[in-house]
Every structure is written in structure tokens, then in C-alpha cells.
């Protein structure tokens, strides 16, 4: 049974930092994509964050390139999201996912977590 299971999130003032773990389990995921994604109440699910497991290619969603990074580690099959310079529009319900592409649409993913919320106050 595959299981996604995300931490890390919290409350956290505007400018600062947040690291997001999803810890992967129940099948292989080498040739599988992981992503991030978010929801903000009375929004749709966007896309942030994906990368692939092999060779590490990563894609960003323009609202957050340049603050967040995606990383893995393959050794604890964990995906990361470190978060910097946090703003209040950030705040969301962020979930993890995978699937087979590295892709910035949701039906892309086969699996996903159920969500950590990441607050940023002003």
C-alpha cells in the first residue's frame, strides 16, 4: 500500500522559513515524479513543486521559483520543500504527491498525501 505522508508545516510570520518533508512508502518510486501541491480555501489545488526521483530534474511554479526548493533524498526516500521568504499568500493546505511525469497538473499524480497547512501571518 503506498503511502505519502507529509510534516513540517506550521505558522510561520511573513519572510521567514519552512521546510516540508513526505516521507514515500509501499512501492518503488525510481522512475516515478514527486510534486507539491497547495490548496487556499475557496481555491483550486495548484501546482508548485515537482521533481523527478532519477536524475533529480525539478520544475517550479513561477509564483515560487526563486524561494522554494525541492530536493529528495533517495537513502530515506523522502521528498523535501524548503520554503523561504514566506508570504501570506502561501498559506495553503500543501500536499504531495507522485507520478509517473513530472507535471504541473494534479491528474497527473497517482498518489497523494492528505496535506500538512502552512500558515503565514503578515
Known amino acids: 500500500q503506498v503511502q505519502l505522508v507529509e510534516s513540517g508545516g506550521g505558522l510561520v510570520q511573513a519572510g521567514g522559513s519552512l521546510r516540508l518533508s513526505c516521507a514515500a512508502s509501499g512501492r518503488t518510486f525510481s522512475n516515478y515524479a514527486m510534486g507539491w501541491f497547495r490548496q487556499a480555501p475557496g481555491k483550486e489545488r495548484e501546482f508548485v513543486a515537482a521533481i523527478k526521483w532519477s536524475g533529480g530534474r525539478t520544475r517550479y511554479a513561477d509564483s515560487v521559483k526563486g524561494r522554494f526548493t525541492i530536493s529528495r533524498d533517495n537513502a530515506k526516500i523522502t521528498v523535501y520543500l524548503q520554503m523561504n521568504s514566506l508570504k501570506p499568500e502561501d498559506t495553503a493546505v500543501y500536499y504531495c504527491?507522485?507520478?509517473?511525469?513530472?507535471?504541473?497538473?494534479?491528474?497527473?499524480?497517482?498518489?497523494w498525501g492528505q496535506g500538512t497547512q502552512v500558515t503565514v501571518s503578515s
Open positions: 504527491a507522485a507520478g509517473p511525469l513530472i507535471a504541473t497538473m494534479d491528474s497527473s499524480y497517482n498518489y
